[in-house]
């Protein structure tokens, strides 16, 4: 069992590209494409612990600007979006996401929901600074929890060698 976690932390993280990788990874990611950047950043962590904090920044950074490019896809979709406009659900919504401003983009690290917020976010014109702020505090905040729950669960080093 461990050697095959060894080898799928060794291929997740691909120690050869590193900080790229966990960068394209997470921008990827945050878009509405179906992908997770946090087995990437934990595999290179924990395969280089020194990364720790370079890992969580890049994937903050990559992931809070796949969000942006999400928020700019719901903000051109804004025609597509409105034959919607009249369900129970879409007007609740909406009344959330205009009371809350750009602060709801912090649940933007939510897995379904967190991507589509980004868009509508985009698709009602709210500012895009602050969403973007808001986006990459709460980004930040999961990378940093998920990140140190799982080295928190493995602690033991993860030796590279051929078993």
Same mark, same amino acid.
């Given at each position: 069992?461990?050697?095959?976690?060894?080898?799928?932390?060794?291929?997740?993280?691909?120690?050869?590209?590193?900080?790229?990788?966990?960068?394209?990874?997470?921008?990827?990611?945050?878009?509405?494409?179906?992908?997770?950047?946090?087995?990437?950043?934990?595999?290179?962590?924990?395969?280089?612990?020194?990364?720790?904090?370079?890992?969580?920044?890049?994937?903050?950074?990559?992931?809070? @600007?796949?969000?942006?490019?999400?928020?700019?896809?719901?903000?051109?979709?804004?025609?597509?979006?409105?034959?919607?406009?009249?369900?129970?659900?879409?007007?609740?919504?909406?009344?959330? %996401?205009?009371?809350?401003?750009?602060?709801?983009?912090?649940?933007?690290?939510?897995?379904?929901?967190?991507?589509?917020?980004?868009?509508?976010?985009?698709? @009602?014109? %709210?500012?895009?600074?602050?969403?973007?702020?808001?986006?990459?505090?709460?980004?930040?905040?999961?990378?940093?929890?998920?990140?140190?729950?799982?080295?928190?669960?493995?602690?033991?080093?993860?030796?590279?060698?051929?078993?």
């Amino acid at each position: 069992m461990e050697a095959w976690f060894n080898s799928l932390l060794q291929a997740l993280a691909l120690p050869e590209y590193g900080l790229s990788t966990v960068f394209v990874v997470a921008f990827v990611s945050a878009t509405l494409l179906p992908l997770g950047s946090e087995p990437a950043v934990f595999g290179l962590v924990k395969l280089s612990p020194s990364l720790f904090w370079p890992a969580i920044g890049v994937a903050t950074l990559g992931n809070m @600007l796949g969000g942006v490019l999400t928020w700019w896809m719901g903000w051109g979709a804004h025609q597509v979006l409105d034959r919607y406009r009249h369900s129970p659900t879409h007007l609740r919504a909406l009344d959330w %996401l205009r009371r809350l401003g750009p602060r709801a983009c912090f649940f933007s690290f939510l897995p379904v929901v967190g991507d589509p917020l980004c868009a509508v976010a985009g698709w @009602l014109r %709210l500012p895009l600074a602050p969403c973007a702020g808001w986006m990459l505090a709460g980004k930040f905040a999961r990378y940093l929890v998920m990140t140190g729950g799982l080295l928190y669960l493995w602690p033991q080093p993860v030796s590279l060698a051929p078993p």
